[in-house]
């Protein structure tokens, strides 16, 4: 009688445990996946530092995101220009100046560059070739040709209204500059002007919904502008403006809230990395995408966690190279999205690769001492 009846309940127990098995390999597996790094990154070969190049006289800091140099790398990362302070003459006042430095060896190769002291402190950015260097004040924009540390232009422009700073952005052969302005009695908005004279080319409309701390960059090859501006929903959202017409001619994100927080172009230019905030995103608000900027189709999205305000692109395409306004460096794959490595180096702040060895270079400083700071040289370990 009992082996009668127990014979039915072999398949039964049989199925019972091949459920449980595969159930327990299920779990396992996820265990795994969750403890252990991926694949990828037991592969990767690890940056060290390699050298540090500390950064002389008494520095310039950014307060609103944490007390933070001033700083902007040129786009093959081979210089430098931040913003420091100088005894003035007789009365030893101090007075803000730009000095731009070669990386490798920190010696001067331009400046000092004469600021107007301001209550906003000056955003930087270089041309593509690293022949121009613009800088964007609460009252006024500057250009210099730093062959000969020749002041090009400056733009007068109407007090910062309703932003934290004034962005700049210059195209890639130095001859246009861009910058956000908001008149007395008008929207915020973008306006071009030729380097060389100074005259006003065009203004890009971004209403005033548009978030007024929203960054831009130009297209490497083509005049066009890429940043925020306002939709038909009146939500931000990431388009390209032609400069010479000044309409959009691309939204490349355009049904959702998008607020443009860094950028970054690849060496050769074919890639863009945009930092943004979706608004409408319940979660994983901060993403990092990189684009193929011929057809705008995303490559990669890299959910970061925080407001990034540095990044950069290896020479290789490889790699990119984060910093977020909490205080964390750290360096993911452009092929899957993956982290591969975080930098306890200090509070980093600019990020970038250098073109010659594809070196990584991170500013950071200590939080008690913000008017100091180093230029870290890491390198791939053998």
Not at 13 to 26: H, K, M, V, Y
Not at 71 to 97: I, T
Not at 164 to 181: H, K
Not at 305 to 319: K, R
Request: net charge negative.
């Amino acid at each position: 009688m009992n082996s009668s009846a127990s014979a039915p309940d072999k398949p039964r127990s049989l199925g019972r445990l091949i459920r449980f098995a595969i159930i327990s390999i299920a779990i396992v597996a996820f265990c795994v996946w969750m403890i252990f790094p991926p694949l990828e990154t037991l592969r990767f070969q690890k940056y060290t530092v390699a050298a540090t190049q500390p950064l002389s006289l008494p520095l310039v800091s950014l307060p609103d995101v944490g007390s933070r140099p001033i700083l902007a790398f040129s786009a093959d990362g081979q210089w430098a220009a931040y913003l420091s302070k100088r005894a003035s003459g007789v009365d030893e006042e101090l007075e803000s100046q730009i000095t731009v430095i070669d990386v490798q060896t920190g010696t001067p190769t331009a400046g000092p560059l004469a600021v107007v002291g301001s209550r906003t402190p000056p955003h930087l950015d270089f041309s593509r070739d690293g022949h121009f260097l613009a800088a964007a004040g609460a009252t006024d924009v500057r250009v210099w040709d730093l062959r000969d540390s020749r002041l090009v232009t400056t733009i007068t422009l109407p007090d910062v209204r309703l932003q934290s700073r004034r962005f700049v952005a210059i195209s890639s052969d130095g001859a246009r500059v861009a910058t956000s302005l908001q008149p007395p009695d008008g929207d915020p908005g973008l306006w071009i002007f030729d380097c060389e004279t100074g005259t006003p080319l065009i203004e890009l409309e971004r209403t005033a919904g548009t978030a007024n701390d929203d960054r831009f960059v130009f297209h490497p090859t083509k005049n066009q502008l890429i940043g925020a501006a306002d939709s038909d929903t009146a939500n931000s959202h990431l388009c390209v403006w032609d400069a010479e017409s000044g309409k959009v001619v691309q939204e490349v994100v355009a049904r959702e809230d998008c607020q443009t927080l860094a950028f970054a172009l690849s060496p050769g230019g074919d890639r863009v990395a945009v930092a943004m905030y979706h608004g409408t995103r319940e979660y994983y608000p901060y993403a990092t995408t990189i684009f193929d900027v011929e057809t705008w189709t995303p490559v990669t999205k890299i959910d970061n966690g925080n407001y990034v305000f540095w990044l950069a692109i290896s020479p290789d395409g490889n790699h990119v190279s984060l910093v977020d306004g909490s205080g964390v460096a750290s360096l993911w794959s452009t092929a899957t999205g993956i982290r591969l490595q975080n930098f306890q180096l200090g509070l980093p702040s600019a990020t970038a690769f250098s073109g010659e060895d594809g070196a990584l270079l991170l500013v950071t400083h200590s939080d008690d001492q913000p008017e100091s700071a180093e230029i870290v040289t890491l390198r791939a370990s053998e």
